[in-house]
T-cell receptor
Framework: AQTVTQSQPEMSVQEAETVTLSCTYD???????LFWYKQPPSRQMILVIR??????QNATENRFSVNFQKAAKSFSLKISDSQLGDAAMYFC???????????FGAGTRLTVKP | GAVVSQHPSWVICKSGTSVKIECRSL??????MFWYRQFPKQSLMLMAT?????????EQGVEKDKFLINHASLTLSTLTVTSAHPEDSSFYIC???????????????FGPGTRLTVL
């Protein structure tokens, strides 16, 4: 079974600083996708970034980037120039293949201090 | 594009009654829909996967007779919590995938969730 582990229940960052959220996963599959989702107080899940396992290049979306270490099964999210609006729960997720369900980690609550 | 709606956004019911939650894909055909449950300060736990026109596949530990899922069309899936009890109080989130068109073959689109409170 695939598992996703987020070892940081809570993280805090100063506004404009950089923060890294950790995620590790366990799988024996070769075809899979990894995601980071943001869940603000509204509870709406918002896709932040995704990474295809077959791609060696780390995904980047504006201030958000990942460090994908396939051999180590690690998928961390770096948020640069943190903004107050980044405060939310962040979930790391794994999906096997293209048409399967998604499994989520326990989440990390990010606080941004002004 | 790729909007998923849920109705109602919140519902309060008495113990023993049944509650139906609707999940709609507004601008795409959802061949597969997923239902998640999220308890306070916890992660999303997959309850079941439903494919249009076929029976839902439930995760281990989820009672299929209690959580009835119907995916009768490519734009609508419903979750009915039968004989609800206070322990069923939770936040229920659906998500949908558009596998046919290829537009969103990596991504699940999430609904805004439904908060169920059973008194």
């Amino acid at each position: 079974a695939q598992t996703v582990t987020q070892s940081q229940p809570e993280m805090s960052v100063q506004e404009a600083e950089t923060v890294t959220l950790s995620c590790t996963y366990d799988t024996s599959e070769s075809d899979y996708y990894l995601f980071w989702y943001k869940q603000p107080p509204s509870r709406q899940m918002i896709l932040v970034i995704r990474q295809e396992a077959y791609k060696q290049q780390n995904a980047t979306e504006n201030r958000f980037s990942v460090n994908f270490q396939k051999a180590a099964k690690s998928f961390s999210l770096k948020i640069s120039d943190s903004q107050l609006g980044d405060a939310a729960m962040y979930f790391c997720a794994y999906r096997r293949g293209n048409n399967n369900d998604m499994r989520f980690g326990a989440g990390t609550r990010l606080t941004v201090k002004p | 594009g790729a909007v998923v709606s849920q109705h109602p956004s919140w519902v309060i019911c008495k113990s023993g009654t049944s509650v139906k939650i609707e999940c709609r894909s507004l601008d795409f055909q959802a061949t597969t829909m997923f239902w998640y449950r999220q308890f306070p300060k916890q992660s999303l736990m997959l309850m079941a996967t439903s494919n249009e026109g076929s029976k839902a596949t439930y995760e281990q530990g989820v009672e299929k007779d209690k959580f009835l899922i119907n995916h009768a069309s490519l734009t609508l899936s419903t979750l009915t919590v039968t004989s609800a009890h206070p322990e069923d109080s939770s936040f229920y989130i659906c998500s949908a995938r558009d596998y046919l068109s290829g537009r969103a073959n990596y991504e699940q689109f999430f609904g805004p969730g439904t908060r169920l409170t059973v008194l």
